[in-house]
């Protein structure tokens, strides 16, 4: 599957973006979507993952209660709802499709388990 992430750009601290992901394929719905991020000098880390119907979502500590992460099976697409960013949430974010289909996460799940990987979309945030 091919992952085309959009919706990046340069916003203030305090303010929201919404990123998009959008797939290709009739098996999106099947699988898990992620999304990561990855800082300037710094290794890439999870941000937070929805299961295959959207019924379980996980999120890392750093970003529950301000991102929300939702998806459009008809549309192929998954979203990033960011709220409340801060200028330690700059970075260039990934989403990332599971490697096996039907799985839910209730732990932060580790990059291998994810098999296709978008290009990535830069947020910049400043203070």
């Known amino acids: 599957v091919q992952l085309v992430e959009s919706g990046g750009g340069l916003v203030q601290a305090g303010g929201s973006l919404r990123l998009s992901c959008a797939a290709s394929?009739?098996?999106?719905?099947?699988?898990?979507m992620a999304w990561f991020r990855q800082a300037p000098g710094k290794e890439r880390e999870f941000v937070g993952v929805i299961n295959w119907s959207g019924s379980r979502i996980y999120y890392a500590d750093s970003v529950k209660g301000r991102f929300t992460i939702s998806r459009d099976n008809a549309k192929n697409t998954v979203y990033l709802q960011m709220n409340s960013l801060k200028p330690e949430d700059t970075a260039v974010y990934f989403c990332?499709?599971?490697?096996?289909?039907?799985?839910?996460?209730?732990?932060?799940?580790?990059?291998?388990?994810?098999?296709?990987w978008g290009r990535g979309t830069l947020v910049t945030v400043s203070s």
């Open positions: 394929g009739s098996t999106f719905s099947s699988y898990a």
């Open positions: 990332a499709a599971d490697l096996f289909p039907r799985r839910s996460y209730s732990s932060t799940p580790t990059q291998r388990n994810f098999g296709s």
